[in-house]
């Protein structure tokens, strides 16, 4: 099971958002991922591997973490990040996708 | 350019049956796991199972919740991946998107996804 905190983050533009993803067990890191999805859209890669930026992704977004606690970092707030953020996990045995319940960033 | 396109959703009635569609093109679609996955209107992302690639075996997993009902297929001269959803429940109802499981250096993720079917199952 993935948490995700807070539920709603309302920050302005330019302010820095973090974002948690704690499991309810240790998981490995090549398997947790971040996604941000806009309304009407399909979710988009942010992160893999827990902490690689994927193709085309700002370098305004991080991630970090590690065994059952994580974290996306958004350094700088930009009216386009407003947006919900789901994290994912992969377990081997029996082989499972979870994600969290979202984060929603949403405007102050 | 990579893309998945996904097709055949609809309104169904419960206890019916109904076949999605993921046409892939940009990529050596045969080399790639294909997963589906849905969101419930106004929810989060929920996994509904996979497809590993001809080389691993060419099988699936399911979601406890689709188990048994849902069956994921593969065409890799068509590049066409299916969802095939029997005894639908008004539970199913959701936008099903199909992606791709990429992985480098050893870390995977969903790095292409469809634009979404909407599936609405009732009476």
């Known amino acids: 099971v993935l948490t995700q905190s807070p539920g709603t983050l309302s920050l302005s533009p330019g302010e820095r958002a973090t974002l948690s993803c704690r499991a309810s067990?240790?998981?490995?890191?090549?398997?947790f991922a971040w996604y941000q999805q806009k309304p009407g859209q399909a979710p988009r890669l942010l992160i893999y591997?827990?902490?690689s930026r994927a193709t085309g992704i700002p370098d305004r977004f991080s991630g970090s973490g590690s065994g059952t606690d994580f974290t996306l970092t958004i350094s700088r707030l930009e009216p386009e990040d407003f947006a919900v953020y789901y994290c994912?996990?992969?377990?081997?045995?029996?082989?499972?996708?979870?994600f969290g319940p979202g984060t929603k960033v949403d405007i102050k | 350019e990579v893309q998945l396109v996904e097709s055949g959703g609809g309104l169904v009635q419960p206890g019916r049956s109904l076949r999605l569609s993921c046409a892939a093109s940009?990529?050596?679609?045969?080399?790639?796991?294909i997963n589906w996955l849905r969101q419930a209107p106004g929810k989060g992302l929920e996994w509904v199972g996979f497809?590993?690639?001809?080389?691993?075996?060419?099988?699936?997993e399911y979601a406890a919740s689709v188990k048994g009902r849902f069956t994921i297929s593969r065409d890799d001269s068509e590049s066409i991946a299916y969802l095939q959803m029997n005894s639908l429940k008004s539970e199913d109802t959701a936008v099903y998107y199909c992606?791709?499981?990429?992985?480098?250096?050893?870390?995977?993720?969903?790095?292409?996804w469809g634009q979404g079917t909407l599936v609405t199952v009732s009476s």
């Open positions: 940009g990529f050596t679609f045969g080399t790639y796991p």
């Open positions: 992606a791709r499981y990429f992985c480098s250096g050893g870390a995977c993720a969903y790095d292409h």
């Open positions: 497809i590993r690639r001809k080389a691993s075996g060419g099988t699936t």
């Open positions: 994912q996990q992969y377990v081997t045995s029996p082989p499972m996708v979870t």
């Open positions: 067990q240790t998981i490995s890191s090549s398997y």
């Open positions: 591997g827990a902490s």
